[in-house]
Every structure is written in structure tokens, then in C-alpha cells.
């Protein structure tokens, strides 16, 4: 195999090799689309971006429809070295002008009929648009930039996640992360052209990064669902039939929705040959439930993979034996070979159990413009000095079974996974304080049993008004997986000892009003 330096070049490989088979099945009208006409479009995009100036380095932020012209502009970024991210169109703008803030993007890529947050994005600056719909008319031809003069240490795309203090935090994957990542889920997956892989994730959560680099960087099929073809359930699993799907990746809520719906039978995924799930836990009676329905003929796997290791770092193949416990989660089992890792313990008597900490190649380059938050998580290795090694401290924690395999056991901080998104419940708090109605407050997740859970609320208001008044508002400024199930509300909220706000109590009060 020759040596590939950057995604640019392993594309335009790919579709050279592959040109005449299909890239991009959309099951619900029936179009398919060829890697040479995908190639094609990414070139024309290409110079459309290259006539507006934007060059290698600098950044370009992407309404994103799954349609293929978007698609085609992810890879004509890849091609000069551009950075994209795709942000979320029903995302509150207060939380997409903090995320324009921190990449400061060259230009905003638009793929539908209207431009979301026009009259926002015009009063922040942000003047210079290419709408993907008019630019097909377009008949611009710029020369291409050389793609050999990217370097593999070049970033490839910012993966905007929760954040903590209130702003979200954009992870940075570079070309070479993408191509050791690829590599290993080719390989692992055993992927190969003759494959259909759904794309049923949003195109800005990191789920979708398996679907798209996957498929398309191994010459396979991508067939990619909108978020209104996701919701209904019975049409999704026609379409996944009609596709004739062979691999599925999605969070275990998905597939939990499938089956509470009864959308999902024995005879359904008739072509699908592997269901991969991650992003969050997976009930175990569940699990079992689809476990059951399927096993005969396709292989279950459990995958773990923070955004900032490029979206996947182990997985694990369901047996039999992972029901001998209904109580705990599936393991995380070994991580992928192009890994490393120490258990950072809190306890020395226990050096099994403690923070996960992750080193190699598909560790990626820290957060976009954010120096402060780079520094505390993509650490020098604390277990020694002797030469530069540095990983993310993953803020996961983990046991170490007598096989070698991991098994996740929670988190070290305030940071949850729900609706298999990973949320920072401090970024939640920092929205709704700044509603002026809003005095303090504090959120917390109630565990409701079997993996799953819901976000809870608590505030003390100057103005007293009823929660579901409150949850209107609060909607309007979080992403609706960020939204609170439950907001109550508080005269006073209880503090421990040292003055902060006691998180255990409030619990314990949820645990009564909820």
C-alpha cells in the first residue's frame, strides 16, 4: 500500500479506485451517487472556496443537510487543508455564537434552501457564506492548491462538545488521527466495498465520524438518514432494508426506541451483518432483548471512544457471557492496538481502578483556541518524565478485570452521558443562569435504573413563575438533549459545609419530588 499523507490524497485515491461505485445511497428517493461524481463535486466546491480565499489552516463552519453537495464540501475542505466543523442547526444561537466565537470561521457553508441564523450570523460579522444550492449552478474553475503540502499534523475538523464553564469545548482531530482511525476500523470491522453503512447519527455529534470516514475512506456505501427519517421508526427500518445495510452504528437510545416501538423485528436487517453501539450504556435487558432478536446472525459490538480520540478506542464483541451479570454494563473489553493507556488511581491499594488515561496516534490535538482547557486534559504521562508523552486524561473511570478488559465505572467529574450525547451538567447551570429571572441554581441526573436517567433542575427565581414556563425558556438557550426533564423550583438552594451547593441533598430531594 503506498504512504498516504493526508485525507486529501487518500480520497482522491479511493475514487480513482472506486470511481464508478456507489458513494451515497439515499433509500428514501432512491438517488445514488458514484465516487466519481462525488470526487467531482468535491473539486468544484473546492474552487469555489479557493476563489473566496480561504486556505489551508483556517477554518470553515458548515450547516450540514447530509445532502450530497454537503458531503462533497467535507471533502473539498479535506482537499485544501481547510478546518471545517458542522454545527447544529437547531441549536440555540446563543450556544453557535459561542461556538463562531472560539473557531472564528473564514466562512459559513450553508446546504439548506435558507441560511439558519442569517440575521444573526450578519450582526456577528460573519459576512462570507457559500450556499452549496446556488454554488451548483456555479461554473467556477480555480486551480487546486498541491494537497502533498499538507502535513498528516494538519487538523482536519473541530468536534464541538459540553463544556464546562458554559462554552462548549471544539476538539481538534488532525488528518493523521483520521488515517490511523480508519485504518484500525477497516480492519477491525473488517470493512470493504461491498459494504452499506447507515449514517443514522447527526452529522456534528462524533458518532458520525465512524459513519462517514468508514465508508467512504474504504470504498464502501454510505447511506445517510435525516433527523426527521430517524424519528420515525418503522420508515427508518424500511429504509435500513431497502438500502440492504450491513453495518449499523448508533447510541443504544436509538436501538432502546427501536425496540420500546416495536419498529424492530427478527426479520428486519436482513442484509445488516454487524450492529455497533456507543456513546453511552446500554441497559442490559435490553441488550439482551436485541441481543436475542438478532445473535444468530449478526455480531453486537460495544465501542468507547471519547471526541477527543477520535471517536472510537475499543470495542468489544457481545457473547453469551455478558448476561451472566444483568446488573453491570457490556465491558469496553481491550482497547484498539493503536492505543495506550494507564488506570491513574486514586487509591495505590487498588491499581485497577481509577481515571483512564489514553496515549497514541489517534489522540488528537487538544481544543481549538483554547489554551487553558488543552493544558489541564492532554497531560505529560504523570507515571514518569523520561521523554515527551503525552495523552488525554479521559476523566472516565474504569476497572481492570484479571483478563485485561475494561469495564466503565463513572465519571470523575460533574460530566454525564445522556441521550447518548456527553454532556457537562456545569454548562446546563451556566445557561439557565443567565436568564435574569434566576437567582442561583444547580443541575444534577437522577439515575432512574437499567442505564438510563433524566436531567433535573433546581432554581431559587427573584420572580416566582411556574416550571414549565421556565422550561420554555430554558429551551430556547440549550440543545433539546440538554434540556432538563424536571425544573423545581426553591427559595433557597441547600449548601453544605464549606458554602458550596450541596449536591447530595438535592439529590435526595429529587428522589422525593420526581
Known sequence: MAFVPNLGIAFQEIAHRHADRIALIYPATGERITYRELNQLADRIAGVLCAKGIRHGQVAAMFHDKSLAAFAAMLACLRLGIIYTNLDPDSPWERLRKILSTCQPSVIINAFQKMPFATDLDAEGFHNALHLRDMQASTVDEPLSDCHTIGGGSPAYIMFTSGPTGTPKGAVMSHANLLWFTAWARDRFAITPGDVLSNVNPIYFDNSVFDFYSAIFSGATLAPFTSAEVRDTRQLVRFINDAACTIWFSVPSLLVYLLTTRALTKQDFPTIRTIIFGGEGFPKAKLYQLYTLFNARVTLENVYGPTECTCICSAHTISSSDFDDMQSLAPLGLLAPNFEYEILAADQTDPDFGELFLRGPQ?????YNDTERTTKAFIQNPLHSLYADVGYRSG???????????????????????????IELEE???????LPEIKECAVIYQKLGNGLGEIIAFAAMSTPQPSEELRRKISAIVPPYMLPRHVIALDLLPKNANGKIDRVALQNLSDSSC
Not at 484479571?402 to 465505572?409: E, I, Q, R, S
Not at 463513572?410 to 454525564?416: H, S
Open 396 to 422: 472516565d473511570l474504569v476497572r481492570r478485570d484479571g483478563h485485561g478488559w475494561l469495564h466503565f465505572k463513572g465519571r470523575a467529574d460533574f460530566q454525564i452521558k445522556h441521550m447518548g450525547y456527553r
Open 428 to 434: 446546563i447551570e451556566a445557561a439557565i443562569g443567565t
Open 363 to 367: 489522540v488528537g490535538l487538544g481544543y
